[in-house]
Structure formats: C-alpha cells, structure tokens
C-alpha cells in the first residue's frame, strides 16, 4: 500500500460515493487506474464494504448504550459471538482488555427495549454480568478524519 492508497481510502472513507473520475482528480490518476487500484483494495479485504449513514434516531433508534460484557474466560466464545452477532439491535462488537471481555455498542427504541436485551444478553451462556453505560448524546461518530495511521505525513509531536 502506498501513499495514494491511503489517499483513495481517506477519501472513500469520507464519502464512499466518490466517483472513479473524482477519485482520479483527487490523486492524479485516470479514472481507470483509480478502478483498478480500488478493485484491488477490495480484494486484498483493506475495503470491506460500502454504506449509507444513517441518524439513528430519524429511523426510531434514540436510545444507545455501550455495554461491558464479562464471561468467565473458559471454553469456546465463539457460540458467545454468533448469538451476539444474531441480535440486530448490536452495531458494533469489540474484543477488549480489561476486565470486560467484549464491548458492544446497542441502538434500540427506548429504554424497555434496551431492559429486554439486556436480559436477553445476561441468559447468554458464558456471560457472567454486564455494565451499560448509556449515552445521552453523540459528540461525534464513524469519525473517517483525524490521525487515522492512513496519514503518511502526519506529524506526531503536537
């Protein structure tokens, strides 16, 4: 990967609906070269995928939490995660460091959802307790800006 690479990522990731022709202007390559390369990207699994952006709460989603989940760090956890994985309301599961074993990040309608699959997550098994912290608002997310490691001449020393 090399430095215009990062540049037709940094842009996709701002907005993945640029052009090829917009891209290529971007970088200074024809709108085939930029194809190509993007073709390639996707190949090799650095572009996973494309998506609209959507205002959760537009579409009825206001409440979000960020939930701990703890097990009991024995067996196999990948039972764990295909029924976390089954749960539509969970956008995002981390593996972490810490005490918690995974971190998900729930959207759902209002707070009796979020009791229901809370207690859905707690009859896991291999779940030994949950902590939820629950967001009341959003600052900023899906953030595609900033020192992102896909900057090549980024100065660290600020």
């Not at 930029?34 to 990207?41: D, G, P, Q, S």
């Amino acid at each position: 990967m090399d430095d215009v690479d990062r540049k037709i990522i940094q842009v996709l990731r701002e907005a993945g609906r640029t052009s090829y022709v917009a891209l290529g202007k971007e970088v200074g390559l024809s709108s085939p070269a930029v194809h190509e390369r993007v073709n390639k990207l996707e190949a090799q699994g650095v572009i996973t995928g494309y998506h609209a952006s959507v205002d959760p709460t537009a579409i009825g989603l206001g409440v979000t939490a960020l939930v701990g989940i703890y097990t009991g760090g024995s067996g196999d956890e990948s039972v764990l995660l295909e029924e976390l994985r089954k749960m539509p309301e969970i956008e995002d599961c981390m593996y972490v460091a810490g005490d918690e074993s995974y971190f998900v990040k729930i959207r759902v309608t209002d707070m009796l959802a979020l009791e229901r699959l809370l207690l859905a997550i707690g009859e896991l098994k291999g779940v030994t307790r949950t902590r939820t912290t629950i967001a009341i608002s959003t600052k900023w997310e899906g953030r595609a800006g900033g020192k992102s490691g896909l900057d090549a001449d980024v100065d660290d020393s600020e």
